[in-house]
C-alpha cells in the first residue's frame, strides 16, 4: 500500500520527521513494538544434534549390528567391547564437529551490514538491525537496502533487486505516487531489504522490518547457501570411498578365506568388521574440514575473515598480490599537509595550520577549503560532543577534508544554508572527480562572483588534478579571475609533481559560476551522470583554484610485510587510482622497482593490446590511475601465465575483478557489493593480513598433507596381518577386540591432534606452491604405501618369530597390540613436519599431540595391566623384554620413516 500513498501521507501515518528523522526516545519505543530488523537465521546445530549425528555413519551401523550379533551369541565381552568403541567413536567425531560448528557460527557473526541514516538532524552509522519503521535512511551505490521503505529522495538511483524480483536489471527508481494495483516488480517508488544499490543516491523512510518486509514474506526463514567443498576436501571424499570400498571388499574376502580354513564363523565375523572399522579412514574428511575451520579462526585472529572455506585452501598458493595503496599499503589516517594556490602555500601538520586563517575571505586557499569541505560526503556524527569524541564517518580523503575545513573554522550546515545544495555528483573512479552544485544568494560571501554576470550557480568540483586543469580555462586568485596561461598552467602541473613526488596525494579544486541551469525539483545530475558527453559539456571552463595535499603514512609493519612477501616467493603489485608520481614514491619508500618501465597509467594500458600488454607484464610493479574495469585486465594476464593472484577492492564496480581473482580481498570499509563478491575481508585494511592469511594458508595444506600421511598409511597393517596370518594357516596376530581398541584409542586421537598442530618454521621462505600440485606427493606415496605397508610385513614376521619361540599366544597378541599403538605413537610424531627430520624441529610443539600421545600410553597401560581390561581385550602383562622388543620396534619404524623423509628431502627436493 505504501507505494499508493504521497511522501506527506507516510509521514504522517509513520508520524515521522522527514528531515530530522525519529529522537532516540521514539526509536526505543518502536523497538520495543517491532522488535529488531533482521531476519530468522538458521539456527547452527545444537550439541545434542550434533551428537546423535555422528551415529548415522555407516560404520556405526556395522558396529552395533556386530554387537547384537555378539549378545546374540552371549558374547558380553566382545559385545561391551563393540558398543564401548560405538561410543567412543561418537565422542571422537561430536569432539572434531562441535568444534568446527563453532568456529563457523563465530566467523558468521563478524561481518554485520551496517546502514547511514538521519536521527535527531545527525547523520549516524548504526547496524541494520537497529533500524525501526518512521527511520530515515540513505541509500548509496554498493550498499544493501536495510528495510522496505518509501523514497523521499531518488537522483539518479538504480537498485538491482533480482533477490526479490528475479529482474537481473537494475530498477531505475522514483518518488512519484503509483497505482494501488502497481505489480511489485514495478513499485519503483518503493526500496526493499536485501537489494542492492548500483548507482546513484536516495533517501528513504523505513516502512516495514523484519519478517513484515517483501523478502521476509517469502519465507520465514532464510537459509544461506551451503558450503562448497575446496577441492582438498573433495579428494579426501573421493580417497577415503576408494579406500573404504577396496577394505570392505579385502575384509569379506579375509571373512571367505577364514571360513573356509575351518576358522570359528564368530570370531571371523567380528574380525572382518574390526578390520573394516578400523582400516577405513571413516574421520578423514572431518579432520580436513576441522584443519580448515581452524586456519580460518586463526586468521580471523589476524583481523581477516575468510568468507569460504576454498579460499583457506587457495590461500596457500597465492603468488600475485594486487594491492591498492590508501588505507591498505598506509595508515588511512588522511591527513591535509597543505593548500597550494596561485598567490599562497598555506602548510598544516594535520592540526593546525601555519598561520591564522580568515574565513570570511575572498582569499583563494580559503575557497579551495570550502570547495573541499561542500564537496565531501564525510559527515560528524556526534557534533554536540567535544571536537576530540567526535566521530567523523566517511572514506578517508574525505574525513580529511571535513576535519581540515573545521580546523579553518568552516562549517558545513552554515555553508549549505549560504550556498543552499541543488544537486551533487559523487566521486566515480571513471571520471575522477566530485561536484556539488550550489545556489548562490545575495547574501552570501561569493555575491560578488553573481554580480558580475548574473549567475545564480555556482559548481563545485574536487578531483584529479590533470582531469581538472584540463578543464580550467581560468585561474582564481583571490577572489578574482585571471586567464590559465601556458606558463601558469605549465607551473601549477610541476607543483603537482613535486607534491607527488614526496608520496602525497594530490586533489585540485575548482568552480564555475552558471546562470542557465534552471534550479528545480529535479535534480540537475540525474540524466547527466550516466551521460558522459553531457557531463563533458556541463563540466568544463572552470576557474582553478588550487591544490589540497594528503598525507597518509604508510604502515609501520608493511615494509616488513612485504619483505615477507618477496621472500616467500610472492609478488607484490600497486594498482591505485592515485597520481603515478605518488604511487612511485610509495613503491620506491616499500623498496618496490619503481623505474619508468615498472609503471604504467591506465590510460596507457587501455591503449595497449592483450599481446603488447602480456609482453610488458613481468616488468610492471606500479598501476596508476587504473580503473576498476582495468583491474580484471590485470587479473587475466596473470591467470593466463599460471599464477594465482590477490586482488584488493572495495568500490561497487571492483566486484568483477574481485570475483575473477582467485583470492578476492575486499577492505572492511569497502561496500557490501565488494564483500559479497570476495573471499577474504580485511577487517582493518591492512596489508599484513593478507601476507599473514597466505601464511597460514601454507600451514592449511602442510596440516591436511600430515593428517592424510598418518591416518591412510594406518589402513594396511591389520589387514597384512590378518590376511598374512590366514593364508598361512597361523592363529589370528590380533583378537577384534584389540583391533577395534588400538584404532580408536591408540590411533583416532593422534590424527585428531594433527589438525592443531602449528605452522613450521621457514613456511614464508618457500616459493607458491603449484595449485595443480596433487595432494598426495611422491614422498607421502612413498610412506603411504611403500613404508605403510612394509612395515607391517616387518611386524607380520615378528609374529612369526615370536610363534617359533613358543610363547604363550595370548602373550604375542600382547605384543602385536602394544607394538602397533606404539608405532602409531612414533610414527605421528614423524609426521609433524615432513619438510624436515624429527632432529630439527620440536617434537614436542604441539601440546594437543603431547596430551593425545599421555592418553594413548595411558591407556595401553590400562589395557595390559588393569584386570577388568585384560579380561576384556584378552591381554596379559608384559615382561621387560617384551617392552624392549616393542619400543625396538618403535624405534626401528621411526628411522624408516625418517630416512625416507630425509632421501626425499635432501635427494629429490620434492617435499
Not at 571388499?249 to 574390526?274: E, H, K, N
Not at 540537475?524 to 589540497?548: A, P, R
Amino acid at each position: 500500500m505504501w507505494h499508493n500513498f504521497s511522501v506527506e501521507e507516510v509521514k504522517e501515518k509513520l508520524k515521522t520527521d522527514l528531515e530530522n528523522g525519529l529522537s532516540e526516545k521514539e526509536v526505543k519505543e518502536r523497538q520495543k513494538k517491532f522488535g529488531l530488523n533482521k531476519l530468522p537465521e538458521e539456527k547452527p546445530l545444537s550439541s545434542l544434534r550434533i551428537f546423535l549425528e555422528q551415529f548415522r555413519s555407516p560404520l556405526i551401523y556395522i558396529l552395533v549390528v556386530a554387537g547384537i550379533i555378539t549378545l546374540i551369541l552371549r558374547d558380553f565381552t566382545d559385545a561391551i567391547v563393540i558398543f564401548g568403541t560405538v561410543f567412543l567413536n561418537t565422542i571422537f567425531g561430536f569432539f572434531q564437529e562441535n568444534k568446527t560448528s563453532k568456529i563457523l557460527s563465530e566467523l558468521k557473526k563478524v561481518v554485520k551490514i551496517k546502514t547511514y541514516l538521519i536521527r535527531e538532524g545527525q547523520e549516524k552509522e548504526l547496524e541494520q538491525q537497529d533500524l525501526v519503521p518512521g527511520d530515515i535512511f540513505l541509500l548509496q551505490p554498493g550498499k544493501t537496502v536495510p528495510a522496505d521503505g518509501r523514497l523521499i529522495e531518488s537522483p539518479a538511483l538504480k537498485i538491482n533487486e533480482a533477490s526479490l524480483t528475479g529482474e537481473w536489471l537494475s530498477a531505475e527508481k522514483k518518488t512519484e505516487i503509483l497505482p494501488q494495483e502497481t505489480p511489485l516488480a514495478d513499485r519503483d517508488n518503493m526500496v526493499y531489504m536485501g537489494c542492492i544499490v548500483e548507482d546513484g543516491r536516495g533517501r528513504a523512510v523505513v516502512t516495514e522490518t523484519g519478517l513484515k518486509t517483501e523478502i521476509g514474506k517469502v519465507a520465514t526463514m532464510i537459509k544461506e547457501a551451503k558450503e562448497e567443498k575446496t577441492p582438498y576436501q573433495k579428494r579426501i571424499v573421493h580417497l577415503s570411498k576408494i579406500i573404504g570400498i577396496l577394505i570392505v571388499f579385502v575384509s569379506f574376502l579375509i571373512f571367505v578365506l577364514g571360513i573356509a580354513g575351518g576358522r570359528d564363523l564368530s570370531q571371523m565375523f567380528l574380525t572382518a568388521v574390526a578390520m573394516a572399522v578400523a582400516s577405513i579412514p571413516q574421520g578423514l574428511p572431518i579432520a580436513i574440514t576441522v584443519i580448515l575451520a581452524l586456519g580460518m579462526q586463526r586468521i580471523l585472529k589476524k583481523q581477516g575473515l575468510v568468507r569460504k572455506m576454498i579460499a583457506a585452501e587457495t590461500l596457500g598458493s597465492t603468488s600475485i598480490i594486487c594491492t591498492d595503496k590508501t588505507g591498505t599499503l598506509t595508515e588511512a589516517k588522511m591527513e591535509v599537509a597543505g593548500i597550494y594556490t596561485g598567490t599562497k602555500e598555506l602548510l598544516s601538520d594535520g592540526k593546525e595550520y601555519s598561520e591564522e586563517i580568515d574565513k570570511d575571505s575572498l582569499a583563494s586557499h580559503v575557497l579551495a577549503l570550502k570547495i573541499a569541505t561542500l564537496s565531501t560526503e564525510a559527515f560528524i556524527e556526534n557534533p554536540e560532543e567535544a571536537l576530540e569524541k567526535w566521530i567523523i564517518r566517511g572514506r578517508p580523503t574525505e574525513r580529511a577534508l571535513l576535519l581540515a575545513g573545521i580546523q579553518a573554522g568552516l562549517n558545513k550546515k552554515a555553508l549549505e544554508r549560504e550556498q543552499p545544495k541543488i544537486d551533487e555528483l559523487p566521486f566515480d573512479p571513471v571520471y575522477k572527480y566530485s561536484a556539488s552544485l550550489h545556489k548562490l544568494t545575495d547574501e552570501d560571501p561569493e555575491k560578488s562572483l553573481s554580480a558580475t554576470n548574473g549567475a545564480r550557480n555556482i559548481l563545485y568540483l574536487s578531483g584529479a588534478p590533470e582531469i581538472i586543469l584540463e578543464k580550467s580555462r581560468y585561474l582564481d586568485v583571490d577572489g578574482k579571475e585571471e586567464i590559465l596561461s601556458k606558463e601558469k598552467l605549465k607551473d601549477l602541473n610541476k607543483k603537482c609533481e613535486d607534491l607527488a613526488e614526496k608520496g602525497q596525494r594530490v586533489l585540485a579544486t575548482a568552480y564555475r559560476k552558471m546562470s542557465n541551469v534552471i534550479v528545480s525539483k529535479t535534480k540537475v545530475f540525474e540524466k547527466l551522470e550516466c551521460q558522459m558527453s553531457n557531463l563533458e559539456e556541463l563540466v568544463n571552463d572552470l576557474i582553478f583554484v588550487g591544490f589540497i595535499a594528503l598525507h597518509d603514512p604508510l604502515r609501520k609493519e608493511v615494509k616488513e610485510a612485504i619483505k615477507t612477501c618477496q621472500q616467500a616467493g610472492m609478488r607484490p603489485i600497486i594498482v591505485t587510482g592515485d597520481h603515478r608520481l605518488t604511487a612511485k614514491a610509495i613503491a620506491k619508500e616499500l623498496g618496490l622497482p619503481a623505474k619508468e618501465e615498472n609503471i604504467i597509467e591506465g590510460k596507457e594500458l587501455e591503449k595497449l593490446s592483450d599481446e603488447e600488454f602480456q609482453k610488458r607484464l613481468e616488468k610492471i610493479e606500479i598501476y596508476a590511475r587504473v580503473e576498476p574495469r582495468q583491474k580484471l585486465r590485470i587479473v587475466e594476464a596473470w591467470q593466463e601465465k599460471g599464477q594465482v593472484v590477490a586482488m584488493t577492492g572495495d568500490g561497487i564496480n571492483d566486484a568483477p575483478a574481485l570475483k575473477r581473482a582467485d583470492i578476492g580481498v575486499a577492505l572492511g570499509s569497502g561496500t557490501d557489493v565488494a564483500k559479497e563478491a570476495s573471499d577474504l575481508i580485511l577487517l582493518t585494511n591492512n596489508f599484513s593480513i593478507i601476507v599473514a592469511a597466505v601464511e597460514e594458508g601454507r600451514a592449511i595444506i602442510d596440516n591436511i598433507r600430515k593428517t592424510v600421511t598418518l591416518l591412510v598409511s594406518q589402513c594396511f597393517s591389520e589387514i597384512i596381518l590378518i590376511g598374512g596370518s590366514i593364508i598361512g594357516g597361523l592363529p589370528l596376530p590380533i583378537l577384534p577386540v584389540q583391533i577395534l581398541w588400538e584404532n580408536l584409542i591408540e590411533g583416532s586421537p593422534q590424527g585428531i591432534a594433527l589438525a592443531f598442530e602449528p605452522k613450521e618454521k621457514g613456511v614464508m621462505e618457500r616459493k607458491p606452491e603449484n595449485p595443480k600440485r596433487p595432494l598426495l606427493t611422491r614422498q607421502m606415496k612413498t610412506i603411504i604405501f611403500g613404508f605403510g605397508i612394509f612395515t607391517s610385513f616387518i611386524l607380520l614376521g615378528v609374529f612369526l618369530w615370536l610363534l617359533s619361540r613358543g610363547l604363550p599366544l595370548a602373550e604375542i597378541r600382547t605384543i602385536i597390540f602394544a607394538a602397533l599403538a606404539i608405532d602409531t605413537v612414533f610414527y605421528a610424531f614423524s609426521c609433524k613436519d615432513l619438510r624436515k627430520n624429527i632432529w630439527q624441529y620440536n617434537p614436542f610443539s604441539n601440546l594437543y599431540l603431547i596430551g593425545c600421545m599421555v592418553f594413548s600410553l595411558s591407556m595401553l597401560l590400562i589395557a595390559v595391566y588393569i584386570p577388568i581390561f585384560q579380561n576384556l581385550l584378552k591381554t596379559v602383562p608384559l615382561n621387560f623384554f617384551a617392552w624392549q622388543l616393542i619400543f625396538g620396534l618403535g624405534i626401528l619404524n621411526l628411522i624408516l620413516i625418517e630416512s625416507t623423509k630425509w632421501y626425499f628431502i635432501t635427494k629429490t627436493k620434492e617435499v
